[in-house]
Each structure stands twice: as structure tokens, then as C-alpha cells.
DNA sequence: AATGAATGAGGGTTCATTCAT
DNA sequence: GATGAATGAACCCTCATTCAT
């Protein structure tokens, strides 16, 4: 039994790195020629290891899926984590401006995609619950509006520069935070 | 000499409406054969009138910017214009979801799409500055904030059915609005 | 109204018979794009006109059912038509040499084949009928026999030059022939 | 030095018995990568065996010599061992529905399977002088016959399933056999 | 002025073959 | 010696755009 080859590792990181950023500079429906020619890499090694589109955006999903979980794992049972994973949701999207898309991804929503979508709100929902428990979100936030948000940071920050996304990004929350926050009632129009 | 102007105003509307549904649907980057043949047209008469994708789009954002106008003109000078005009834009947007890609449109910003966007911006001007007068909204709201709720809600709404669209606008619009009112001071976290 | 472009014909014409000299020298699983290069036209223009190979080879057939057909027609009621059409299908084979290939085409068979097939074997029958009544072939001879000594005829003809492919033909049929004539007894062995 | 050598005749022949199937399943223009898989090899181990197609089709004509030369051991001095050649061959066909295409391989004739034709017809030939010195074929029948009835049989065969190819094969024999027969002054048509 | 046929550049994908492990 | 990952050439096909009718 051979050990199994660290090259071959490599070379898929290779290709999701250049794919993220790839994706980032043109959207997700970028030439994959484009991906193969910043990975340096043969074009068929990019089919062998993703055999579509859609596996290479599920594969960069399960990155960030995993990110997340090791991000929540350090925050804890801190009350104020779902605000904290707001705010990586949006430096994420700085970095890496596609991430948005990745989640209504590819025409009609591939499965890698589901999954990886379903995993990402089952690992929020904790967070959401604690926070809605201390009184810290308004009362009918839901699990649904994450994505909502995801949506609306992703495409506010397409084709922009990483200077121009950070400004758009601060201002993004800014103006969505209040929204999150318990409300008061408001008084008639 | 014949006077046959009407057919070619017909024309282009009917390429205009059918240019609308089709980027509806599948995105501004849709097959232009897809809107030729939905406008029961010859190929060449698309590009007559509209020599590339951008001056399409081009186009589709003036009808835009004149239905704004003559809203605005309605509106007169309430003090809530800037609102409506935000409601509008939702409304807009969940009839015709490519509306918000508009925008933003076609790599990196045409002259036509920059024009456009630039005429939208002065006439909401005004309705912006009466709102913040009368301490509708917050202090610190920009023009540049429209662009940016813009796109926020268009990337709410792609590829959905109309009716999901309606839902998603009006949730989005329930989160964002909080962030558009005045804001009370915010104790440290 | 404008008359049906003569030149679009034209093109037409001059694929297919690009298509069969292509076909007939490297086989139906020839490069399309040899015959384009061939044909000296643009290569959409091949897909305009045939969307696939399946098509394509649907076409070819085509054109051979209407010379069937017009050389049945100019042989009346003869009696020993069916022979006829033999040596016309041998002969045809010889001069295109893809034609057997084209019967059993394309990945298990495309519609476009089976209709073309189905007719022509219509066409054939009544010849075949006559034959048999005539006592001039043998009395257990089918319709389905004609199919098989296409394909028998077409194989021993593959990727030869014009000469030797005249060569074997008349061999072929030499061979052939006395299997379709009437059979006397024949001693047990 | 160890005296491995029964493994690589093995692995030799899994790769041979694969490429028949897949050959007889997908014709002789399969991709070699389905040999691979199903000899359960690694592909490396395809091209040290065998060098290119061409060479692959060789080894294969050359099991099948191997055969034709015992079994026409087994049958001796048998005046109608030709024909019992015929049968076997068609049987082969049947069984393995590629072989008839190997004869004609791979773009005009490589010199490995030019080899192996050359000696079956060799082992063939007393066969035919037999027969023909018996009066049991007809006299001008020639070795290059031989070549275009497998030609025949082979193309009728192809893209069948077994059953299929088993009743085409005893079709195509009946229809075959009495011009192989010595024949009878022909009546001037 | 209007049509739709023609064009060719470029994207996605497959596959024979080589090379690092 | 054996493996399977990597390569790049070549194929099929689409689509924005031009041009003959």
C-alpha cells in the first residue's frame, strides 16, 4: 500500500486557491482555462479532481464550511457568536468575493451545493438560538435570513477591488445591523 | 418619402421588453440569439438598434431612469419621496430581477450603464436631502448608500419565481430599513 | 417575400458532399471538422444546418432514399429489378463508401436512421416480392437479407481506393450471388 | 534475481482478455482507458506491455493465430478442414465481435497486423488447396477471399448483442456458402 | 430597412501518452 | 516493476458579430 500522495494534495489546493481567486476577479462562470492557467496546472488535472463546475464550487464550499466550524468552535458559547460569525461571513466575502455566489451556485442548485449549504445553517443555528435567547437579534430572525444576508453582502462587493470591498463591506453592515438588532415598535407611517 | 417612424419605436420596444424577460431569467449575460428570438426579430435588427450587450442594457436603464422621474414628479415634494422611491426600486427589481445587475453591468462598468447610473443618482438626490432634513433618515446616508442597497436587493432576488421574489424583497427590505432610519446612540458592545 | 435563398441550398449541398467524401475516407467517426475544411465554410455553419452527426448521416441517407427511389421508378415492374438494385447498391457503395455505415450509424441508431431505413426497405419490397414470384431468387430470401448484405458489401469496401474498392465489389457479388439465387437441394453432408 | 515471471504473463493476458471485450463491445477505436479498468491494472502497465494500439491488436491477432493453428492441427488432413475454418471463424466473430476488425486495423495496415495476416493466410492456404483439389469449392476461390469474407462477417456482426450476432452470423453462412460451392455453368442472363 | 445565413474565436471535455512516486 | 497523477493536443459545440440577399 502506497502512502497516499501528498503531490496529488497539493495540487487540488493549488486548484482551489487559483479557482477562488479566479472566481473572484470574474464570477463563477469564469473560463475554467482561466483557473488551469493560474494553478499551472495540465487541464485535465483540473476534470480528474473536479469532474464539473459545480464540484469545483462544492469543494470551495466545504472549505469555508469547515472554516466556519473551527471558528465556531473557538467562539464557544459566547452569546454574541452569531454576530461574530456575521462579521467573518463578511471578511470572507472580502477575501474571497465569489463565496456569495458559491451558495446560489450553478443553475438551480447543484447537490454538493445543498449539502454543503444545509451543513453551514445546521452549524449557525446554535449561535442564532443563544443569541435570539439573550435578547441580542430581533425575535423572528431566522436561519432563512443568513442566507438572505450572504446574498446581499456577496453581490454588493462583485468586481470591485479588495480596498473597495473592505470600505463596502463596513458600510454594508453598518447599514444591515440595525436591521438585526431587537426592535422596538415603530410608530405608524 | 414614407413616414414610417412608428415601426422602427416598435421595434425597439418590443427588443427592450424582450431583453427585460430574458436577462430576467437568465442573467444579463444571456444568449442575445435568446432575446432575438423571443422578440420575433431578425438577428441583425438587434444589433441596428443596439450595436453591443452594453448599449442594450444601456437602454433598458434609461427606461428606468424616465419611470423614476415621472415618480419622482408624483411624489412632488413629500418628505417621505426617498422611501417610496426605495419601495419603487424593490418593486422594480422583483418585476424584473436583471434590473439591479444593470447596474453594475457588463465588466467593469460601459459609458452608457455609467451615465445612467449617474442620472439616477442626481434625481434621487434631492428626495434624499428633503428626508434627512426632516429627520426621516439617518444622518450619515450617502447617495452612493442607494447604489449600495441597490445591489443588495437585486442579490436577494435572482433566479427566484416572482412570487419568492415578492417575499424575499419584503424581508430584506424589513431588515434593511432599520439601518436607513435615524439611529440612537448604540452602547459599546 | 423573399425566395427561399438559393445559396443556403448551396451550402447544403456542398456539406454533404464534403460529409460523404470525408466519411468514406475515414469513416463516420471522422473529425467534423474535416468536414468543414472540406466543404470550405464556416463551422457553425455545419451545426446550423445539422445539429449533429446524427443529422448529418440522416441527411446523407436521405439523398440516397430519393436516388432509390428514381432508379426504382425507371425500372418499372421489371422482374429482376431486385438484382438491379443490388448491383445499384453495390455500385453506389463503391462510390461511397461510408453508405453501408450509415444504415447501422451513430451509437444504436438515431431516429432520423430508422425512418430512412424503414423506407427504403419499403421501397425495396415489392422488387423483392417480384423476384421471388418470378422464381428468379431464393424463396426464403427477406427483407432483413438486404440489410445484412449491405452491411457485408459495405465492410469488405472500407478505406480502399476507388479501384480496389471496384475490385472487391465485384467479388463481393460474385460471391453473393448464388446465395440469393434459388437453391437446389443439397446433399447432406 | 527472482523469476517472476507467471505475474507478468498474467497481468499480459488480463489486459488482452479485457481488450477484446471492450473492443468487441466499443470497437477497436475504444478509449484505452476502459481496457485499463476493466483488466483492474494500472495504466502504466497498459503501455510497458503494449507500446501503442496498434501493437495491442497485434497480440491479439496473434492469440488468434496461435488458435487457428491448433485447431487446424486437430483437424489433419481433412479435405473439409477449409470449411470447418469458415465456421470456426464466424464462431469467433461471434464470440469476440472486434476480430474481424483487427484484419483491417488502425489506420492502413500496421506492420504488427500485417504479420499476423500474412501467417494466417499461410496456415490457411493448404486448407483451401485441399478443398479445392477435392472439388469441394468452387476453383477460382483465392486466400484473398478468405480475407473478404471475414471482412463480410465482421461487419455484419458489429454493434449486436450475442444472440443477435449468432442468428446474423448462421444468416450470413447460408446466404455465403453455396458461392463458395463449386458453381455451375450460368445460364447468359 | 430588414432578414437570417455565415463566420471564427473560444469554452468545455476527452483521451493517448508520459512521468513522478 | 507497478501505479495512477499529470499533461496537452484535439474534438465538439456555442455564440457574438458580420454580410449577402
Redesign the pocket.
Known amino acids: 500500500m ?7 494534495a ?3 489546493a493549488q486548484l482551489l486557491d487559483a479557482a477562488d481567486a479566479v472566481f473572484g476577479e470574474h464570477g463563477i ?8 492557467e493560474r ?11 473536479f ?3 459545480a464540484s469545483l464550487i462544492g469543494a470551495l464550499l466545504e472549505r469555508t464550511v469547515a472554516q466556519l466550524q473551527s471558528h465556531l468552535l473557538e467562539l464557544g458559547n459566547r452569546e454574541d457568536a452569531f454576530f461574530e460569525v456575521i462579521d467573518a461571513m463578511a471578511a470572507r466575502i472580502v477575501h474571497s468575493p465569489a463565496m456569495a455566489d458559491y451558495w446560489r451556485a450553478v443553475d438551480q442548485d447543484s447537490p454538493p451545493v445543498r449539502d454543503a449549504r444545509q451543513r453551514v445553517l445546521q452549524l449557525i443555528e446554535p449561535a442564532l438560538l443563544r443569541a435570539k435567547a439573550a435578547g441580542l437579534c430581533r425575535a423572528d430572525l431566522q436561519l432563512s435570513d443568513v442566507t438572505l444576508i450572504s446574498s446581499m453582502l456577496g453581490a454588493a462587493l462583485r468586481g470591485r477591488t479588495r480596498e473597495e470591498r473592505s470600505v463596502l463591506a463596513t458600510r454594508a453592515l453598518e447599514l444591515l445591523r440595525p436591521g438585526l438588532s431587537p426592535q422596538r415598535a415603530r410608530a405608524v407611517p
Open positions: 502506497t502512502s497516499i500522495r501528498p503531490d496529488a497539493l495540487r487540488r462562470t469564469a473560463p475554467l482555462d482561466l483557473v488551469v494553478a499551472a496546472v495540465g487541464r485535465a488535472t483540473l476534470y480528474r479532481n469532474p464539473d463546475r
